[in-house]
């Protein structure tokens, strides 16, 4: 009921764009195409994929089967390689742990040896974390192959949960575990990202499984190492996860998406952590969607690229809330004809927004098993730190678009504490413009329409603001 009251209202915003003269406009009709590939992607897939959720029912581990756990490094804390590499050791179910070092420390070795873990080391650093994990796997022979980004701690019963889905299908290329953090008290951002992160790993992923499209997040994946080989091993690029799933649900492999809780990550806590893992990973994700996805959508199925494309397009939040913000310059600077323009264009677009913010806590509250209690209330500081990217999406989708290469940033383990008003100084000059077109208005003339697209201005303003802070006061 709530989809179809969302796409009632989806219709009621598209109704503004059809008004007698208005198509006639170029810009307005390159708009109109951006917010129907919005919708479409961004919307109508999510709630496509929201009415597929599905939860497998549990398959108990046979014993016997041959496992290898890999643990890629690449100049992590030390600290952190060592609480993750003993709670792999400690898996329950038996297995040979792999601690792959792709930076050469004598310590890392040292601490393999001494938890019980065998240490492999390669040659160079090529294609990064991707590399590292097919360099393991013509090292070894295990069956089945386990993934963790090494800041990521596994729980004892990690294989015993996953490895019985393998058995009752042949065709099962991977199963990927639920992904859940264990820092979202640290900071504001870390608050902020995990909120968002529980739509991410529980109805959005539920949903995507019932396609037919389980992602591989990263973490805490594990794979039949015949599927791996079919396709040439772990896909190579700054999107090595999702390039991995895609060719191997092209290849006609099938997956899973296990939404229970046997291990846990950390979110970066701080504003520069977590943008340069955003400009990596939008960065990866639009080059999947403009070169890979096309080559392989025909292999996937309706379904399956359905589910695709509402991962493929998340950064488009970015330059959604950029063209925004220069639209509302621009009325503002403009006469009053315009403000009332955009005044009927917000009106139409707000019963869509309520209706999107409305279905996303209705599937969270129903079936995400992730929320702790009390975090299923409106999420406003992940709502707002998405917008307050827009730089970083933004760029991430022209470096894809131009093919610009983009080196693999590896996601800072620990916390900046200094101010870093560089990061933020695209936000600091945006908002500046939306402060100073608010003051010239004020200037010249402000009617009933004018106040309604300041305080838009303004809220513009305050949605950049927490991102802004957190750069400016760490």
């Not at 599905?54 to 804390?77: H, K, S």
């Not at 898996?91 to 004598?106: C, V």
């Not at 575990?177 to 820092?183: A, C, I, L, P």
């Not at 991962?311 to 600077?333: E, N, Q, S």
Request: with cysteine.
């Amino acid at each position: 009921m709530a989809v179809a009251l969302g796409v009632a209202a989806s219709l009621f915003y598209f109704d503004w764009w059809l008004a007698a003269g208005r198509l006639g406009d170029p810009w307005l009709v390159a708009a109109l195409a951006g917010a129907a590939i919005y919708v479409f992607c961004q919307l109508y897939c999510a709630w496509f994929v929201y009415l597929h959720i599905a939860r497998p029912e549990p398959r108990p581990a046979p014993p016997g089967l041959t496992v290898d756990v890999f643990i890629p490094v690449y100049d992590e804390p030390f600290g952190l390689v060592e609480e993750s590499l003993a709670a792999a050791v400690a898996i329950a179910y038996p297995h040979r742990t792999y601690l792959l070092d792709d930076a050469g420390d004598a310590r890392f070795a040292a601490l393999a040896t001494r938890l019980g873990a065998v240490y492999l080391r390669r040659e160079g650093h090529r294609d990064a974390k991707a590399g590292n994990i097919n360099a393991a796997l013509a090292q070894t022979d295990g069956e089945y192959v386990a993934v963790f980004d090494v800041d990521h701690v596994a729980q004892p019963d990690f294989l015993d949960a996953v490895l019985g889905y393998f058995v009752d299908d042949a065709g099962l290329g991977f199963v990927q575990s639920g992904v859940v953090f264990r820092n979202p008290g640290e900071s504001d951002v870390a608050r902020a990202t995990a909120g968002q992160a529980y739509d991410v790993y529980g109805p959005t992923s539920m949903g995507m499984s019932g396609c037919g499209a389980a992602p591989v997040w990263g973490s805490h994946t594990t794979f039949r190492r015949a599927a791996l080989a079919a396709i040439g091993g772990y896909q190579v690029g700054l999107a090595e996860d999702l390039h991995t799933s895609l060719a191997m649900h092209a290849a006609g492999w099938r997956s899973l998406y296990e939404p229970s809780v046997h291990a846990t990550g950390l979110v970066p806590s701080d504003v520069v952590g977590f943008a340069k893992q955003q400009l990596k990973w939008a960065r990866g994700v639009f080059e999947m969607w403009i070169d890979v996805f096309p080559r392989l959508a025909g292999r996937l199925g309706l379904a399956r690229s359905l589910a695709y494309l509402v991962r493929l397009t998340y950064y488009l939040i970015g330059p959604l809330f950029l063209v925004h913000a220069a639209a509302t310059v621009h009325v503002l600077l403009a006469d009053g004809p315009a403000a009332r323009g955009f005044v009927s264009y917000v009106l139409r677009a707000v019963p869509l927004a309520i209706a999107v913010l409305a279905i996303r806590q209705i599937a969270n509250r129903a079936w995400n098993p992730h929320e702790p209690p009390g975090t299923s209330r409106f999420n406003w500081r992940g709502y707002a730190q998405a917008g307050a990217l827009w730089p970083i999406y933004t760029l991430a989708l022209a470096y894809a678009v131009l093919h610009i290469p983009v080196p693999h940033i590896a996601t800072p383990k620990e916390r900046v504490t200094n101010a870093q008003p560089l990061l933020v100084a695209p936000q600091l000059a945006l908002v500046a413009v939306l402060l100073a077109a608010v003051g010239w208005r004020l200037v010249h003339g402000a009617g009933m329409a004018d106040a309604f697209v300041m305080a838009f201005a303004l809220a513009l303003v305050g949605a950049q603001w927490p991102t802004i802070q957190g750069a400016l006061r760490p």
